[in-house]
């Protein structure tokens, strides 16, 4: 992938994201399983890393230690836009990643603050992502639907892509 066809797929996907507080990160888990749960992403610049806060003692810090691929999906209802990114992820204790990350929404699981030292980092370098742009509402799509399968015509009823290759 050419080095500006990367930019603008990293860029196309900040867009995607921003305003997305929440993602749905997922693990497999060493049972083998894999395990979705909410985190909240850190809002600095995409630019093919994502960034979570993580307790030390989570079971997601052993399940990437035994395997480093992760999913990281977003969604959101209000702009129809569905997100969902591959990569290898690390758990980090670093305080001055800490530092720059740290916003107040976080010492209500982290009582300690910047200096908990339960606190960790989560660093997923991207390696591919696909999307889903659809039409501005979930009535405008569900009525595409309608309106396709009634005319037997497919309609356009949403942008979907996907990005591959390594985005560091």
């Known amino acids: 992938m050419a080095e500006h066809d990367r930019q603008q797929h990293i860029k ?6 921003r305003g997305v507080d929440i993602a749905m990160f997922t693990t497999t888990g060493v049972d083998g399983r894999l395990y979705s749960r909410p985190l909240g992403t ?4 995409f ?5 979570f806060a993580t307790a030390a ?8 230690a035994l395997n480093p691929r992760v999913n990281v999906a977003y969604a959101s ?5 569905y997100v969902s990114v591959a990569g290898i992820a690390r758990v980090v204790d670093d305080r001055a990643k800490v530092e720059e990350l740290w916003s107040p929404p976080m010492k209500l699981f982290f009582p300690g603050g910047k200096d908990d030292p339960n606190l960790r980092l989560i660093h ?3 390696e591919s992502a696909e999307y889903w742009d659809g039409p501005g509402t979930l009535l405008g799509k569900a009525l595409s639907f309608v ?8 309609g356009a009823l949403s942008d979907n892509g996907v990005v591959s290759g ?3």
């Open 147 to 154: 309106l396709s399968a009634v005319t037997d015509e497919p």
């Open 47 to 51: 630019d093919g890393d994502l960034w």
């Open 166 to 168: 390594s985005y560091r």
């Open 77 to 81: 209802q209000s702009k129809n836009t």
């Open 124 to 126: 997923v370098s991207a």
């Open 57 to 64: 003692d989570s079971p997601k810090v052993a399940e990437i």
């Open 42 to 45: 850190q809002e600095v610049e």
């Open 12 to 17: 196309q996907l900040a867009e995607l994201i």
